[in-house]
């Protein structure tokens, strides 16, 4: 007990108060120093801090100093009014096309409403001209996920991303198989050629884990808290992948002929890369990656505009790809011409 200071209990109806009172009128307090201004110890505090949260209030939480600091997330009478330039909102609207490979999420729609929200408090000349910068931008995705079967279960995940909840996750297998499940704190939204991964550390594998969010049947959202490592660094998990495999590390060396140099060296492909160009205008990629699969498929949408020099590995891998290839289309041939020859017969009678 601080000294100084007269012994005071609150009830829990009084402590809650306290606390809203508090984080309303400062910028911020450790457990610490709401256990120390409502005497209690910082078990009760957190058990209070669901309590204020389960109120409606949105609490968030982050690292000072080696200390974890609670604020309210909304602090709208902070917050001063935002004014955009004419260029600024059409980077707003450019984002905003972005993001149409998020059909189906909790996440297009609040997007979508937030615009609607800018749009109701303009003129009507001025969301005119909005909706035609909003043309400006036209992104052509293929291959894009629907999520609108995830719906109900990525709002309960983003319920637990922001507020640090522990999850218990069911997570369809490849096979078909009965789902397997995991006790997950969640992490990071990862997104990735279209596609939205989940990384969180699970605690009955005791590692990093990636979730694809199309594979995700359920998600149970606990009371318990958890906290991200000061460590943690979600672009460190992926730092040495080529996609988002990460096993073995090693060289990489791709030559490119000339009729693709154009696409191939003005791209940043891996951090570190190097690229050259010999006489005959073909470019040569050089770095470090790891995921042999996805090198290998990166390699395989060149076709025979791309030959892999290093590692050896990676070239046995694609050359092992192309003879499958050629030996599935030349079986299908014998069997298209089988059947030609078997129709003409019967034409014949």
């Known amino acids: 007990m601080q000294k100084g200071k007269p012994s005071k209990k609150y009830s829990q109806a009084g402590r809650l108060h306290s606390i809203i009172r508090l984080l309303e009128t400062r910028r911020g307090l450790t457990l610490d120093e709401l256990a120390e201004e409502c005497r209690v110890d910082r078990r009760t505090i957190h058990r209070d801090l669901n309590a204020v949260e389960e109120a409606g209030y949105t609490l968030t939480s982050e690292w000072c100093e080696g200390k974890k600091v609670y604020s309210f997330l909304n602090r709208s009478r902070n917050i001063p009014p935002i004014t955009f330039s004419l260029q600024q909102m059409m980077s707003l609207y450019l984002l905003r096309s972005l993001g149409s490979h998020l059909a189906g ?151 490119f002929s000339a009729d693709v140099a154009h696409a191939i060296q003005d791209r940043i492909w891996m951090p570190g890369q190097t690229t050259s160009s010999d006489g005959e205008g073909r470019v040569t990629v050089e770095f470090e990656a790891a995921g042999q699969m996805e090198l290998a498929s990166w390699v395989l949408s060149y076709g025979a505009h791309a030959e892999v020099l290093e590692p050896p590995e990676l070239r046995r891998e694609v050359k092992r790809q192309v003879k499958e290839m050629r030996e599935f289309y030349r079986s299908k041939e014998k069997e298209i011409d089988k059947s030609e020859k078997k129709g003409k017969r019967l034409q014949l009678r």
């Not at 400006?136 to 983003?158: F, M, N, T």
């Not at 704190?185 to 990384?199: A, E, M, Q, R, S």
Request: glycine fraction near 4%; aromatic fraction near 10%.
């Open 105 to 255: 999420t909790p996440f297009l729609a609040e997007i979508d409403d937030l615009f609607r929200s800018i749009n109701s408090v303009l003129p009507d000349r001025y969301a005119a001209h909005l909706e035609r910068i909003a043309r400006v931008s036209l992104p052509i995705l293929h291959g894009a996920r629907d999520y609108s079967r995830s719906a109900a279960h990525l709002a309960e995940l983003q319920r637990a991303l922001l507020h640090q909840y522990r999850i218990r996750l069911s997570y369809a297998k490849k096979n078909k198989g009965e789902p397997d499940q995991y006790q997950l704190d969640p992490y990071t939204l990862v997104f990735h050629k279209g596609g939205i991964y989940l990384l969180g550390n699970a605690h009955n594998r005791s590692a990093l884990r990636l979730f694809a969010l199309e594979r995700i049947c359920g998600v149970e959202v606990t009371r318990q808290r958890f906290e991200i490592p000061k460590e943690y660094q979600p672009e460190e998990h992926f730092s040495s992948a080529f996609g988002l495999v990460r096993d073995k590390q090693f060289k990489v060396r791709v030559r």
